[in-house]
Nanobody, 115 residues
Framework: QVQLVESGGGSVQAGGSLRLSCAAS????????MNWYRQAPGKQRELVAS???????NYSDSVNGRFTISRDNAKTTVYLQMNSLKPEDTAVYYC?????????WGQGTLVTVSS
């Protein structure tokens, strides 16, 4: 069973950058589309970015052009580079993948952006 562990969150001022990492255990990492979600206080969890096994990426409109998702299959790790951060990016960020209709989640990492 694959387990996900996020890291890299923290506090930053608006305009700053952070890079999140999600380390996956398990040998089948390479097969999956990997996703980053976020959940702000009082809001629903939303999909931020995805990367397929082949490296195709997709972004929500709110982060397109500012965030970059990437993966290192040799390290079984997916990254989220976040630039030009805004206060509205403040949220807990979660790594995710789906296998056989089952969602797998990490524990989340908190990103706080101050104005």
């Amino acid at each position: 069973q694959v387990q996900l562990v996020e890291s890299g969150g923290g506090s930053v001022q608006a305009g700053g950058s952070l890079r999140l990492s999600c380390a996956a255990s398990g040998s089948t990492f390479n097969r999956y589309t990997m996703n980053w979600y976020r959940q702000a206080p009082g809001k629903q969890r939303e999909l931020v970015a995805s990367i397929t096994a082949g490296g195709r990426t997709n972004y929500s409109d709110s982060v397109n052009g500012r965030f970059t998702i990437s993966r290192d299959n040799a390290k079984t790790t997916v990254y989220l580079q976040m630039n030009s951060l805004k206060p509205e990016d403040t949220a807990v960020y979660y790594c995710n993948f789906v296998n056989s209709l089952v969602n797998y989640w990490g524990q989340g990492t908190l990103v706080t952006v101050s104005s």
